[in-house]
């Protein structure tokens, strides 16, 4: 559900790409039980903040992938862009906060506060890790209970 929920996102913002060179590294996400507008909602924000911060790269690379975080899937979403000081890293999650100025990157200051939200709903929670000019990757887990491995039936 979660590749289906990408392809959606990634279909919508479709003109935020025209004229761009842009590579997508989508790997097969592991199957969770999740609210899927709110999860829709939570892939938008990302996926559009990776296509924003990368819109000086040629080609801009994004990676939607997953990993382990203390036993627990998380999923990730990487670009090559402008990237952030992770001494602003506690930061990132609040509203209206910015660590790049409205001359470079439109927005409302909004978006990661409402992933950390969603996240936060599902029992998981919302990070970034980045390097200024190189980049950065946000990660989420959506709690203990929420994840089904494909393959295993209820009961399993």
């Known amino acids: 559900m979660l590749n289906s929920l990408v392809d959606d996102v990634i279909t919508m913002l479709k003109p935020d790409t025209e004229g761009r060179q842009v590579e997508w590294k989508i790997a097969e996400l592991p199957q969770i039980d999740c609210d ?5 909602q939570v892939f938008q924000n990302l996926i559009s903040n990776a296509l924003k ?8 690379v994004i990676e939607i992938g997953h990993g382990e975080e203390n036993g627990q899937p998380s999923i990730f979403v990487r670009d090559n862009g402008a990237g952030f000081s992770m001494k602003y890293a506690d930061k990132l999650f609040g509203v209206f906060q910015r660590l790049h100025r409205t001359e ?16 936060q709903k599902h029992g998981g929670r919302a990070w ?4 200024v000019d190189k980049g950065a990757t946000f990660y989420f887990t959506l709690g203990p209970a929420t994840v089904k491995m494909v393959g295993q039936s209820a009961g399993g």
């Open 36 to 40: 899927p507008t709110l999860m829709r």
């Open 53 to 60: 911060y990368s819109r000086n790269r040629t080609p801009a």
């Open 104 to 119: 470079e990157f439109e927005g409302t200051g909004v978006g990661l506060a409402t992933v950390q939200r969603i996240v």
């Open 128 to 131: 970034a890790e980045a390097e």
